[in-house]
C-alpha cells in the first residue's frame, strides 16, 4: 500500500485489477478523480474513502457474464462426472482391458435441480444455461425477476434455507461485502443435502472455507467446484486434500475476448471520468 500510495499521489486516475486500494492511497493521492477497476468485485477499493474526496470509482459488469456463466457449468459437469479423477485414471494407466468399469460412477446433471444464490446478470445467465439441461432452477435474491423472466428460465424464487435444502447444485454468485461474509458457513452447508455440490465462483470470503473443508470431509456435501478462496491466492490448507473438491484459480473472466472488452470498458469509465462526464459504470455515484 505505501508503494502504491507513493506512485498514486501525482496521478489522475488508477486503474486496478487485484491491487488493494485501500484508505491510505486514496488519501495520499491529490489530484485523482477515478479508480477505474478492471472487474466486478470493488472489494479491494475502499469505496466510502473515495466517496469522501470527490473520487468515482467504476467497475466493469455486464461483459464477462458468459464467460463466467461457462465456467460455473464447466465446474458443475467436471465435479458431477469427476472429470479430473477420469483424466487421471486414464494417465495412470489404470483403463485397461481388465478393469473397463473400474473407474466408478459420477452423478447426473441433466433434470437435477439447480440453486442460484444471487440472481443478478451472472446468476440469470447461469440458469439460462441450465435450461439446456432441463434443470428446475431454484434463486435467492433480495429482488425477484420478472414473471416473465422467470416462466423463460423455469425459476422460482425462494428463502435460502429452501434453496439449499432442496438443490443438488447449488451456486453461489454475490458480490463480497461485510453482510455477505461467511453467507455459506457450517449451518447452510448442514441443510444441504448429502449428495449435494457447492459450486462457488464469486468473491472470496462469502463461503466459509474451514466450514467448506470440513463439510467436504465428514461427507456433509459431495463435493464443491472453486474458483475463489478467502485470502486468495492462498487457499485454506484443509481443502487440497479434499479429493472432492475442483479447483480453478479464479479464472472466470479468462478467455481473451472477455478480458479484451473488460479492459475497453475499464479504459472507456477512465476517459470519460477524466473529461468530467459520468462514466457508464460508477459504483459510488
Keep these: 500500500a505505501a508503494t502504491l500510495a507513493r506512485l498514486a499521489a501525482d496521478c489522475d486516475a488508477i486503474m486496478t485489477n487485484w491491487a488493494k486500494v485501500p484508505q491510505a492511497v486514496i488519501e495520499a493521492c491529490k489530484n485523482c478523480k477515478i479508480v477505474s477497476r478492471l472487474g466486478i468485485g470493488i472489494d479491494n477499493i475502499d469505496v466510502a474513502a473515495a466517496r469522501s474526496r470527490g473520487i468515482t470509482v467504476t467497475n466493469t459488469p455486464g461483459v464477462m457474464d458468459d464467460a463466467v ?49 444471487g440472481f443478478g446478470r451472472i446468476g440469470r445467465v447461469i440458469a439460462r444455461r441450465a435450461t439446456g439441461f432441463e434443470m428446475r432452477v431454484l434463486y435467492c435474491d433480495a429482488t425477484p425477476a420478472s414473471a416473465e423472466l422467470e416462466q423463460e428460465l423455469h425459476a422460482s424464487r425462494v428463502q435460502l434455507d429452501t434453496l439449499l435444502g432442496d438443490s443438488d447444485y447449488v451456486v453461489v454468485q454475490v458480490p463480497y461485502l461485510p453482510t455477505t461474509h461467511h453467507l455459506i458457513g457450517a449451518s447452510q452447508l448442514g441443510r444441504m443435502k448429502n449428495t449435494a455440490v457447492l459450486i462457488h465462483a464469486g468473491r472470496g470470503g462469502v463461503v466459509d472455507d474451514a466450514a467448506l473443508a470440513a463439510a467436504l470431509k465428514t ?29 480453478t484459480p479464479h479464472i472466470g473472466s479468462a478467455t481473451p475476448a472477455t478480458r479484451m472488452n473488460m479492459v475497453s ?15 457508464p459504470n460508477v459504483v459510488n455515484g
Design 265 to 279: 470498458l475499464a479504459l472507456r469509465n477512465l476517459a470519460v471520468g477524466l473529461q468530467g462526464g459520468i462514466p
Design 69 to 117: 456463466a461457462d465456467l460455473v457449468f464447466g465446474l458443475i459437469l467436471g465435479v458431477a462426472r469427476r472429470l479430473p479423477q477420469a483424466d487421471a485414471f486414464v494417465r495412470a494407466g489404470q483403463w485397461t482391458a481388465d478393469n473397463l468399469a473400474g473407474f466408478g460412477l459420477g452423478m447426473d446433471v441433466s433434470r437435477k435441480t439447480l440453486g442460484i444464490i
Design 219 to 247: 461427507g456433509t456435501i459431495a463435493g464443491a467446484g472453486i474458483d475463489c478462496c478467502e485470502n486468495e491466492p492462498s487457499v485454506h490448507p484443509d481443502l487440497p486434500a479434499c479429493p472432492n473438491v475442483l479447483f
